[in-house]
């Protein structure tokens, strides 16, 4: 069980601090299960069932598939402010077809979304759209979706909070979503990724040509 559990780590592409802390145990004592020094609870086996939809009969005995069917896993980013709606349906958009994030801000009405996500207990959300790249990862890979709630006033950032951003680089159009800090230089902001491998980067707010708080992501599991 100890080499299914960290199958099922590396599947979810979760650090052991993220999963620790889902399991609401410590790194160490994590690791000690991961190399079987100590067995697995019956009360993280019913967390890995219940948020993960993990096949008990696998987890237990290693047969079957890992997960009980296709799945997606929701992560919310809410403030503390944010007041959660029982249901919502959230318009999903392709960034290709609408030219980035600029005309799909602007034009909202004027969008025509590729489909719709209803998904419960999440803070309002104006869209969402697939991401591409790596800067974020194990938090968020390429093919996930972002929900989103558009900023107007780049006076009212959180900083530190995670945001999808339109930056405009040499004339072009950069999408991204990064965690965005305060820069000791006046007029820029520092935005930081979670994948380690990518360096910090300073901007000017004045290059930035639209913004949104991420409020959830969204990470589809296949079977096989």
Known sequence: MTARLRLIRKELGYTQEMLARTLGIGKSALSMIETGKTALS??????????????PDWLDSGVGEMFNDS????QSFALRTDNTLPRQSVPLYNIEGTAGLVPLFVDKVGQKPVDYITIPNLPKCDGAIYIVGDSM??????????????????????????????????GEEYITVKYIQKSER??????????????DKEVELSKIRAIAFVKASIRMNSMK
């Open 71 to 74: 799945r997606p896993d929701c």
């Open 137 to 170: 990862y194990p938090l968020l890979k390429s093919g996930d979706i972002v929900l989103y709630k558009q900023l107007h006033d780049l006076n009212d950032i959180f900083w530190g909070d995670m945001y999808l951003l339109s930056i405009d680089i040499d």
């Open 186 to 199: 006046e007029g820029y902001v520092k935005l930081v990724s979670q994948n380690p491998h990518h360096a």
């Open 42 to 55: 019956e009360r993280n086996k019913n967390i890995l069932v219940q948020e993960f939809n993990i096949n």
